[in-house]
């Protein structure tokens, strides 16, 4: 069955491809598309709001919402903790390291006129989850955990603003005996939601309040799925409300009956317009239910079934990484109000989960000041794009005087809405993945071939049938003066296909496995499948880093030697490299993956790992983890190669880009010495080579003080503190800076050839037909794939 879904896959895969140069039928706006005059632009005000944090403390954890707003102030709620030290052992000394406050915020200047501290109401084993502000009085949620009975306990607080006191506790429970979630109006009703874990999973209990009182209660559970999260019930008519639903398959949208207290699943074809992820970030107001993107703000229209993006955030001068992470608290008359705590990334600071809340007012401008310019669309999966990339596209936006960059809307992936419930294994997960991502590929190959594709792709790395001068710019040209010194050169020829840089890596992982050098192949970067076998056998006693079953396994191997198979449009498997990577996979391989529901233990040792190492904190972690003299090594092939990198951030520029220097020019400027050190500095490994040892030297400082101690000075297995930790130097940067000097190749699939391969290969593996026959077929399937591209 899964292989007759897995051929239906490949098949309408590569239909669509061919279809797609015979017919023309896209939804693209077209290109050279100019701003007009009158199209919204908004005017910006940012406010930073003081919280009440002691910033001279080291704050562990704390986070910041708005419980709600009168005539005068808005009231916002911040909960955390301070860095406690060791000696702390009792709920009592810990009493003194809680965060707890509320603070008063004037609407009319936006500052903090009052700070209320609440640490002796609340307790070190006390979490507030939820406020509401009502007349003047806040009432606090609380849920805690009463150390003399050993009891959980739910109670509510009632804090008058105007004194500052609490003016009654009370005990909060229902029937369940677990706290309330979170609370919503449905038009007469109110609907609390109480999160349920029992033998059978995680459900919800909703306890829906009709508008005489009256209480009935609804199960919403999800047949062989966890439900983790209810994050809006939003009212259909009187009666009737729609519900989503986080689970651990994906959201899910259910109706809810009001008056009867009954639940179904959503039919999906009335909602396929509506996205129930987006929905996560939703708020109502006036009675209207706006959610935020990446992208921008959008509208709820239940009765049209649409949806409308009433604010983009690329049209304003702030950043979008900061506006996507507020929540909307009022839109009136062209002005919007945005406010919350701004999402960071890894960073090294000492301070960073120190909550920062912001306040943001934007009105409409008179004209918009860049009218006149060309728009240069880009495409980011999600339309998410890292805060620092944002920063470089604001500052393009505001140098250049003919074109303005526009992250596009146009796409959005079925990732979301595929069902994962009965994936249990490596394989059957990038059986999925390869397909979701064959198809988004294609769509983007697709419109860059008729003329509506977006000018610049960002993180567009593992489509690797985009590699193609039909599709993409080749960069080298560009960039052939970088100075190795400074650069990381040798990434941006490993990253080449026939020669060609079609996609620029700006953050990448180093990928392969991690282990003393002593065990290098004759190369010393890698492994040959002979050198790479003895090693399993005489090191690991057989245990196998790669977790991938025989076809998998064999479509890793493929990828990362694609160079030898694949030239200029023509498919070549008859060679003894192809045979060498066949004959391994079967001699030494499992046929399929382990799975991930059995109790077989993974593979876990302190002499090599197989991994893709994000981050200065990964490579710490695996310095941490794998003794002797580390390196890292590229995966089996047929001439041991290097190691990888996996470029997650990478720039092309399509070849039917409006401006094709216009679009480098937004290249130089990521690559500039500002963007990337504030890169390296929030933990990625970048191309500038001095940005790099900038942010290893403060990731070497940062994790040898106490943010190490928490990662790095306990037991992996026992969880015990360890008496002495590790501690990191500047010579595990150098040692780093060889590691990237000596990556390969870069890590891309091209998913409609690897599905082929993974459909085709197994008659090899499992005797069925002779390895001649096999590559008959996978090398004439293969072509026609390339061939339908031209």
């Not at 919402?65 to 301070?82: H, P, S």
């Not at 008359?333 to 306040?359: M, S, W």
């Not at 890292?386 to 303005?404: R, V």
Request: negative net charge; contains cysteine; glycine residues 6%.
């Amino acid at each position: 069955m899964k292989k007759a879904l897995l051929k239906a896959v490949s098949a309408v895969l590569v239909f669509g491809m061919a279809a797609s140069f015979a017919a023309c039928n896209v939804k693209g706006k077209g290109k050279g598309r100019k701003i007009r005059a009158d199209s919204d632009w908004y005017d910006s005000n940012l406010y930073k709001i003081t919280l009440g944090i002691d910033t001279n403390k080291n704050v562990d954890q704390s986070y910041s919402w708005i419980a709600g707003t009168d005539d005068e102030n808005m009231v916002v709620v911040t909960k955390g903790r301070y860095r406690m030290p060791d000696t702390v052992t009792t709920a009592e000394e810990a009493n003194p390291y809680v965060i707890a406050a509320v603070s008063l915020v004037d609407r009319k200047n936006n500052t903090t006129v009052r700070t209320i501290n609440l640490n002796g109401e609340i307790s070190a084993m006390d979490d507030i989850t939820g406020a509401e502000l009502k007349d003047g009085k806040l009432t606090l949620k609380v849920s805690g955990y009463d150390m003399s009975t050993y009891t959980a306990k739910t109670f509510e607080k009632d804090l008058d603003i105007a004194s500052g006191k609490i003016t009654d506790t009370r005990s909060f429970s229902n029937d369940e005996g677990t706290p309330v979630q979170k609370t919503f109006k449905a038009g007469d009703y109110k609907v609390d939601t109480i999160n349920i874990w029992d033998d059978s999973g995680s459900s919800f209990v909703l306890a829906i309040y009709s508008a005489d009182g009256d209480m009935k209660k609804a199960e919403l559970k999800e047949h062989g799925a966890d439900i983790y999260d209810v994050p809006l019930i939003l009212p259909l008519n009187e009666t009737t409300a729609l519900i989503t639903a986080m689970t651990n398959t994906g959201s899910k949208l259910y109706e809810l009956d009001l008056k009867n207290a009954k639940t179904r699943a959503a039919e999906a074809s009335e909602y396929e317009w509506l996205n129930p992820d987006d929905l996560y970030n939703s708020k109502c107001i006036d009675g209207e239910v706006y959610y935020s993107t990446a992208l921008g703000l959008y509208k709820i229209d239940m009765a049209k079934k649409a949806t409308e993006m009433v604010l983009d955030y690329g049209r304003c001068g702030l950043n979008r990484t900061l506006l996507s992470s507020l929540e909307v608290t009022e839109c009136k008359d062209g002005t919007y109000v945005l406010c919350g705590q701004k999402n960071y990334g890894p960073r090294y600071d000492a301070n960073k989960h120190a909550a920062e809340f912001y306040i943001v007012k934007l009105s409409k401008a008179a004209k918009n000041p860049h009218a006149g310019k060309t728009i240069l669309d880009l495409y980011a999966p999600y339309g998410e794009v890292d805060e620092n990339i944002n920063e470089a596209i604001l500052k393009f936006n505001e140098t250049n005087g003919s074109y303005f960059i526009e992250v596009t809307n146009k796409y959005t992936s079925d990732y979301n809405t595929a069902d994962f419930r009965n994936v249990d294994s490596e394989d059957e997960y990038e059986n999925i993945t390869l397909g979701l991502s064959a198809k988004m590929s294609n769509q983007l190959a697709m419109d860059i071939m008729n003329g509506e594709g977006p000018d610049i792709l960002m993180n567009t790395s593992p489509f690797g049938q985009l590699n193609d001068d039909s599709y993409l710019v080749d960069l080298s040209p560009y960039f052939n003066d970088l100075d190795k010194e400074k650069y990381f050169t040798n990434l941006l020829e490993s990253s080449k296909k026939n020669g060609k840089l079609f996609q620029m890596p700006i953050c990448y992982t180093v990928e392969g496995i991690f282990t003393d050098k002593k065990y290098a192949g004759k190369s010393g970067i890698g492994f040959t499948t002979e050198e790479y076998s003895k090693f399993i056998s005489s090191v690991l006693n057989g245990k196998e880093l790669i977790t991938s079953g025989q076809a998998h396994y064999f479509a890793k191997l493929f990828s990362c030697m694609s160079d030898k198979f694949i030239t200029e449009g023509k498919a070549d498997f008859s060679g003894n490299d192809f045979k060498v990577l066949a004959d391994y996979v079967k001699d030494n391989v499992p046929e399929k993956a382990p799975s991930w529901s059995s109790e077989e233990s993974p593979v876990m040792n302190n002499v090599a790992s197989f991994t893709s190492c994000y981050a200065m904190s990964g490579y710490f972690y695996e310095l941490d983890d794998i003794k002797g003299d580390i390196t890292l090594l590229g995966i089996p092939s047929s001439d041991g190669r290097g190691p990888l990198i996996e470029a997650y951030t990478s720039v092309g520029v399509s070849a039917q880009a409006s401006d094709v220097d216009a679009c480098i020019e937004f290249i130089k400027i990521i690559l500039s010495d500002e963007i990337q050190e504030n890169l390296a500095m929030e933990e990625h490994f970048v191309l500038n080579r001095e940005a790099l040892r900038k942010g290893g030297k403060a990731a070497v400082e940062f994790y040898n003080g106490p943010e190490g101690d928490m990662m790095f000075g306990y037991n992996k297995m026992t969880g015990e503190p360890l008496a002495n930790r590790i501690k990191f130097s500047e010579k595990n940067i150098e040692t780093l800076e060889s590691i990237i000097l000596s990556c390969s190749g870069m890590h891309t699939e091209d998913q409609a050839i690897n599905l082929i391969l993974i459909e085709e290969m197994p008659a090899y593996f499992t005797g069925q037909k002779s390895l001649d026959d096999v590559v008959k077929i996978v090398q004439d399937r293969v072509q026609k794939v390339l061939d339908e591209r031209k």
